[in-house]
């Protein structure tokens, strides 16, 4: 089944930054220009193959045409939700499926990417969990999905690409521990020959693996920082997110605190809500409490995500009034919190739903 995929993948061409492309063309005896020219072509014009790259002499297109393998993915399926968002079911080299979901918002889109196939973080209440890790996408899979969906969405729509396009990393996996290759994509996607999709248009969104936070911090041009609490005690958090025994919340708290912050950013804790678990007064009045230090710098803003349910996971949403309860408990202490709206439920592109699931709703 993934025999297309296992031939001719050596070169992993879209996990090429600019200057690596113009580096491995000048290798094969062409100009360096001409890597410029390949790469415009890729992520500036979305062309899929060079064959379509017309200011490249026939012979070095038919010669690089050999070597370069240019989509490290496949479409499976696609899904399209009620609300307009469409998720994509890739297959990777080795046969793993891994999913990318595509969110209109009016003018803006939002593009949702894996950064592993499956996870090996085991959250109690995600879909993704069940699966495991398979193993960390390479850069170029990583490009390839905002390519791909890019290029459907224009022969969808007839016009070229949307006018504000945001990433996040919130689809499969942790990718901060795909911490490389997620670095290398970004480098890629923000080149101003190709997409052009600059950090602050990126939010990356992790477990809380502390050590991971400080270097990304350390980066030069690093995305926006979400963090998934879900839950303000060591004790319960443990139980829902088993990565909390490797770093415990007081790690998670300093990691946090050392994280240097452009003017005016926040970084985001995700708090997935989860009836009878983790929504009651107490936990709103713990989650306050351990966000005070950041609450006093302005560091923080908070994203209630209702539960998405899914075959398997034994939790239930939190009601309407719940919900609300708990956002205005945090709300009158004067800490910005939105609720998520859920997309693609119906399709399982929600949240904690992705787990290559090939019917829409199974
Ligand atoms: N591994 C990273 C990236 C995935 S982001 C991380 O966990 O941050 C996926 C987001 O969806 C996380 O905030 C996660 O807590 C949340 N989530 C997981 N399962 C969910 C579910 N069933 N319903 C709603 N949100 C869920």
Redesign the pocket.
């Known amino acids: 089944m993934a025999s297309a995929l296992d031939a001719g993948l050596g070169e992993e061409w879209l996990g090429l930054t600019r200057q690596q492309l113009c580096a491995r063309v000048a290798e094969r005896g062409l100009p360096a220009y001409r890597g410029r020219q390949i790469f415009q072509a890729l992520h500036g014009r979305l062309v899929e193959t060079l064959d379509e790259v017309r200011e490249l002499p026939k012979r070095a297109r038919a010669e690089l045409g050999a070597a370069a393998a240019l989509s490290p993915l496949r479409l499976d399926q696609v899904f399209d939700a009620a609300d307009g968002a469409r998720r994509y079911l890739f297959s990777v080299r080795g046969g793993h499926a891994i999913e990318t979901v595509w969110i209109p918002d009016g003018e803006r889109v939002t593009l949702c990417l894996s950064s592993q196939a499956g996870?090996p973080?085991r959250?109690a209440?995600?879909?993704t969990a069940t699966l495991g890790l398979q193993r960390n996408l390479t850069a170029s899979e990583i490009v390839a999905q905002v390519l791909y969906v890019l290029r459907d969405a224009g022969r969808r729509s007839g016009s070229p690409r949307p006018a504000t396009v945001n990433l996040v990393?919130?689809g499969m996996?942790?990718?901060l521990l795909n911490y490389d290759q997620v670095l290398q994509a970004l480098r890629i996607l923000a080149d101003p020959d190709g997409l052009h999709i600059v950090p602050r248009r990126v939010t990356l969104?992790?477990?809380g693996i502390a050590p991971k936070i400080a270097a990304l911090g350390r980066e030069p041009d690093r995305p926006r920082l979400?963090v998934?609490l879900?839950a303000p005690t060591d004790a319960l958090r443990a139980r829902l997110m088993p990565v909390n025994l490797t770093y415990p919340l007081a790690d998670l708290q300093q990691a946090c605190l050392d994280f240097p912050r452009r003017d005016g950013e926040r970084i985001t804790f995700?708090y997935?809500l989860l009836d009878g678990v983790n929504d009651g007064e107490a936990e709103a009045r713990a989650l306050l409490r351990w966000l005070s230090p950041l609450r006093a710098r302005e560091a923080a803003k908070v994203n209630l995500?209702p539960?998405?349910p899914?075959p398997g996971?034994p939790f239930r949403p939190s009601p309407p009034e719940r919900i609300a309860r708990f956002q205005s408990a945090l709300r009158a202490k004067g800490l910005p919190t939105y609720v998520r709206r859920p997309r693609g439920r119906d399709i399982f592109a929600?949240?904690?739903?992705l787990a290559a699931t090939s019917s829409p709703s199974a």
């Open positions: 996870c973080m959250c209440f995600c879909a990393l919130m996996g942790e990718p969104s992790t477990v979400a998934s879900t995700e997935v995500i539960h998405n899914a996971l929600a949240c904690g739903m």
